[in-house]
């Protein structure tokens, strides 16, 4: 039926606009968290080689 294809193309595109969406947000998430972790080891190691006594 044609007069439903532009309720499917709208259908697809949100499906996959979610997915990227997702994705990203994921990915996002990993990298931020990595940042976190490497800026808490460089604070600790450079509390502990930092020592003025």
């Not at 709208?10 to 979610?18: E, G, V």
């Not at 490497?38 to 080689?49: D, E, Q, R, T, Y």
């Amino acid at each position: 039926m044609p007069q439903m294809m532009p309720i499917n193309w709208l259908f697809y595109f949100l499906f996959f606009l979610s997915v990227f969406i997702m994705f990203n947000i994921m990915n996002y998430y990993i990298y931020y968290n990595i940042n976190i972790n490497n800026k808490l080891n460089l604070f600790i190691k450079k509390k502990i080689f930092n020592w003025k006594w």
